[in-house]
């Protein structure tokens, strides 16, 4: 099922680093961006409730909805493709997961080596002074208050239009410049900067291996561009990984 020039690249490498969009928990149930939003929220589109602009307006109805999402992701498990990775981790000497998803799936399945580019919706942060927390009270008053200095709490995520967190974004550019092999799996490819990762990677000479059932517009770019789903393929490639290599012992 896989080139048997990727499997043995794979068994060299030392330096792997991954980037997963949505795509990734869509196995999961977790909707993807692009999947259109059902029920309460078929109306809304999330590019007009994820800006720092719909929560100056309409602070409750962007709380309530990240609060739905909370909801959605709450009921979700990790899926293989977030298990493949976890386990992918100990394989490499120096491994990446750069993640644009907020949900908390890969660090449930068991990764460590996350680089959260855009935070996580299972933390709170206050609008005013910045304080982030991972418990709060919406009991009272929807957004709830920043203990600290009485702004108002929202989720700690990066919403269109903001500035990903330096240090994470920082820690992502390093980790896709030094990769001999680049994943990207599970995304459009179209939000920046984390769509120019891949080509960064590229650029220094990384082998580029994309996963995802559609092409985006760095497959033209990939080495290797595995169609199928996250879910099914990661395991697969693991296996394949693993197994070529018990066969030589
Ligand atoms: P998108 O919804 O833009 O893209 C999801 C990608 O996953 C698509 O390319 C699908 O083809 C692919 N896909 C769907 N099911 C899959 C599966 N089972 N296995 C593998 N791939 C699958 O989500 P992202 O690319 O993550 O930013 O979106 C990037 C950013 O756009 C998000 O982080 C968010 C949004 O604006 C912020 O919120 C700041």
Same mark, same amino acid.
């Given at each position: ?143 709830? &208050? ?10 700690? *995520? !990066?919403?269109?239009?903001? /500035? $990903? @967190?330096?240090? %994470? ?8 410049? &030094? ?10 490819? *179209? !939000?920046?900067?984390?769509? /120019? $990762? @891949?080509?960064? %990677? ?48």
């Amino acid at each position: 099922m896989f080139p048997s020039e990727l499997l043995s690249f794979l068994r060299t490498a030392e330096r792997v680093a991954v980037l997963t969009g949505a795509g990734v928990s869509a196995e999961s149930g977790v909707p993807t961006f692009r999947d259109a939003q059902t029920g309460l929220w078929a109306s809304y589109d999330p590019a007009q409730l994820a800006t720092p602009d719909a929560f100056r307006r309409n602070p409750a109805l962007v709380w309530d909805w990240y609060a739905y999402r909370r909801a959605l992701i709450a009921a979700a498990r990790p899926n293989p493709a977030h298990y493949a990775l976890a386990e992918m981790e100990a394989l490499f000497p120096d491994f990446s997961l750069i993640t644009q998803n907020i949900d908390a799936l890969h660090r449930a399945a068991g990764s460590r080596a996350i680089i959260e580019l855009h935070g996580n919706i299972r933390r709170v942060k206050c609008a005013e002074c910045g304080k982030t927390a991972s418990a709060w009270d919406d009991s009272r008053e929807k957004p709830p &208050r920043c203990e600290h200095c009485g702004g108002l709490l929202r989720p700690d *995520v !990066v919403w269109f239009g903001e /500035s $990903l @967190p330096p240090d %994470a974004l920082q820690r992502a550019m390093e980790a896709a410049e &030094r990769a001999q092999v680049f994943f990207s799996i599970g995304t459009s490819a *179209v !939000v920046e900067p984390a769509a /120019s $990762l @891949p080509r960064m %990677a590229r650029r220094k000479g990384a082998l580029l291996v994309e996963i995802n059932p559609e092409a985006t517009p760095i497959t033209p770019l990939a080495d290797y561009a595995l169609r199928g789903k996250a879910g099914e393929i990661l395991p697969a490639l693991l296996e394949a990984m693993t197994r070529r290599q018990s066969l030589r012992k």
